[in-house]
């Protein structure tokens, strides 16, 4: 390389234009193939070795953390800038690229005011429902003539989160620069404002000595220390601080709350990597299975439990497996000591708590603990203890308890399943649970689905995920912390991965003909259904690493594959990496849209050779803000 290309190189890395280490990696490699020189090999090094230098400025410089700030400088000290040359084709080459002379569609940047666009809960959108039971609050996706075909935008000086831990406590300000909630919950330890991250101290309303002392409070009643309580149902999160600290124990929450006035909780959950989706206990059914929770979990969640002839409790019991734990604190428990502290009626809480007790007999759910300002029932094992129940609870009519697509909630009860291994089978612990037969299988209550096909499919994956790690080399580093499955099937993808720096969105698409969510569930993972031609229910930029096993193929004739896409770009944070698994041609059809997505792309085989018409397509967005006018083509 001459030194006047050498110039150029450097010139080109300032801090106002960096976009990535793998950028200038490849403007290394690019001008390495010269060797006549002696001090060429030298050059590429030092070229490198600045390269890191640079990519570590700039992260820092485009967080909008200043030079004196110790929280960015031990982030910077701690980065590893070989992750963020993760993908390595050297043995992989570049399979199937076909080239049919089509032309590359360049997908422009959406307007900067899109920058926290959620479709399916839009404000604007949910203003023209009606307010009853919270209607307006749930899903209402835009049809497709009004979906956007453009690419949402990062806000500037967007920063890639911190590693976890760190980040349950830190989120840089300017990837959700919103400060009502540092006001409205400033007594309540929430979130705190400290120059230019937000702090998240582990406080709450119902936790004033913290998060740790709360959850251990519950742990002296449920088994949250041996594995056994893995699954946890959080109802109206807040910012999910009671799930971040949960992971403490091992113990796993899916949090949800509601797009509301207390303005990005959800995102600022997912900032800190903790599992959390927009939802709301409306009119529709949770988008979870049956008997899929070991504990749910509502702390001043401000839901009516005891209304609609407890609908809403009915459907925590329909979503707890039998034996499973309602936690319930604050309002109304023990009002009689604190209800001039809640400066609400006395009447009005008392009504509301003799509501809650009688839906909770109806329900046959057993009183463990009630002391301060917490009440923990526990589901029944089995419909044996409920049979001289008095009175009897309406049971639903529907066969399928699982099929919650946008079904109405109703005020019945959820019968317990008829086979004994199901309802009455000793909880295994989590270590043991990742890796057994799932009594959905083993029961034989999947048509189609054996012993055999479950561990059959278990070794496939954990085949699958090594080939993975080989060619992205950081999956398993901390680099990803919030990673989905687009089309989990029974959760192999997600067993394979299992640490302690990473969790997975499993997501069982509404259309698949096998419906296996129970059965990730009992491995002590979580899940979601959702319909992949409507959004998902998060803000943009949540997800680190993305993973889609036949995705196309499923939806083929479905939907658009655009606008598929369109939506990983806008779940996918800058510099997120997505795996396409898939057949050879759909996957040459998303590499070429891929191509005007600013997404960087390389096909490789399957691990098994070139034979297979199965191939695999790794992808990494690139960083790019609000406001740049580059092309958004990388071909």
């Not at 919950?185 to 230019?196: D, F, H, P, S």
Request: glycine fraction near 8%; proline fraction near 6%.
């Amino acid at each position: 390389m001459r030194r006047e290309e050498k110039a150029v190189v450097f010139l080109n890395f300032n801090s106002d234009n960096i976009s990535s280490y793998h950028r200038c990696v490849m403007a290394t490699k690019g001008n390495s193939g010269d060797r006549k020189s002696n001090n060429s090999l030298f050059s590429i090094f030092v070229i490198a070795g600045l390269c890191c230098f640079f990519y570590i400025l700039g992260a820092w410089q485009r967080s909008g953390f200043g030079k004196g700030d110790n929280i960015a400088l031990e982030i910077s000290k701690q980065t590893d800038c070989s992750v963020f040359n993760n993908l390595n084709y050297q043995k992989s080459g570049d399979a199937g690229m076909i080239d049919d002379g089509a032309q590359v569609k360049e997908f422009k940047p959406c307007e900067d005011k899109y920058i926290d666009y959620t479709p399916c809960q839009d404000q604007m959108r949910a203003m023209t429902f009606p307010r009853d039971n919270m209607i307006y609050r749930e899903r209402h996706c835009p049809p497709d003539n009004e979906k956007l075909p453009c690419l949402i935008p990062a806000p500037k000086g967007y920063a890639n989160p911190f590693p976890w831990p760190k980040s349950r406590d830190y989120v840089p300000f300017v990837n959700a620069p919103y400060k009502s909630l540092t006001v409205e919950k400033a007594v309540q330890n929430w979130i705190q404002y400290e120059g230019n991250v937000f702090r998240f101290p582990g406080g709450g309303t119902q936790f004033p000595h913290g998060a740790d002392a709360y959850i251990n409070e519950l742990a002296s009643v449920i088994p949250m220390d041996n594995g056994i309580v893995r699954t946890a149902l959080d109802t109206g999160c807040g910012v999910a601080s009671w799930g971040a600290y949960l992971f403490k124990k091992n113990v796993i929450a899916m949090s949800f709350a509601p797009r509301d006035s207390h303005e990005s909780q959800i995102q600022f959950a997912l900032e800190r990597g903790v599992p959390a989706v927009i939802g709301v206990l409306g009119t529709i059914k949770l988008p979870y299975p049956s008997r899929a929770f070991d504990m749910a979990h509502c702390s001043r969640c401000l839901i009516p439990w005891g209304a609609n002839d407890g609908m809403y409790m009915m459907e925590i019991d329909r979503v707890l497996r039998p034996g499973g734990y309602w936690v319930l604190s604050g309002p109304p428990i023990n009002w009689k000591n604190n209800y001039q502290a809640w400066q609400r009626p006395k009447e009005e809480l008392d009504e509301e708590q003799r509501k809650i007790e009688e839906v909770a007999k109806l329900l046959c759910w057993e009183k463990k603990h009630e002391i301060g300002e917490i009440a923990i029932w526990q589901k029944r094992i089995n419909n044996d203890f409920c049979r001289e129940q008095d009175p009897k609870p309406t049971m639903c009519k529907s066969t399928n308890p699982d099929d919650v697509w946008y079904k109405k909630m109703e005020a019945c009860v959820t019968p317990h399943p008829e086979t004994d291994e199901v309802t009455g089978a000793a909880w295994q612990p989590f270590s043991e649970r990742l890796n057994a037969v799932p009594s959905r299988i083993s029961s034989g209550s999947i048509p189609g689905l054996s012993v055999e096909t479950f561990l059959e499919d278990s070794r496939t994956w954990k085949k699958h995920v090594n080939a993975y790690k080989r060619i992205n080399n950081v999956i398993d580093s901390g680099r990803y912390r919030n990673i989905m499955d687009m089309n989990a099937g029974m959760g192999g993808f997600a067993a394979a991965l299992e640490s302690p720096k990473l969790w997975v969105m499993n997501v069982m698409p509404t259309i698949n003909e096998r419906d296996t969510l129970g059965v990730i569930y009992e491995r002590g993972l979580i899940g979601i259904y959702h319909d992949w031609c409507e959004a998902f229910s998060t803000y943009p930029r949540t997800y680190d690493l993305i993973h889609a096993n036949g995705v196309f193929s499923l939806y083929k004739d479905k939907c658009n594959m655009e606008d598929i896409l369109l939506e990983m770009d806008r779940i996918l944070r800058p510099e997120g990496a997505v795996i396409f698994r898939d057949k050879v041609d759909v996957l040459i059809k998303v590499r070429r849209i891929v191509g005007g997505m600013r997404w960087n792309a390389k096909m490789v085989d399957h691990e098994d050779g070139p034979l297979p018409s199965e191939k695999v397509l790794f992808t990494v967005k690139q960083y790019w803000v609000a406001g740049e006018n580059n092309s958004t083509s990388s071909q």
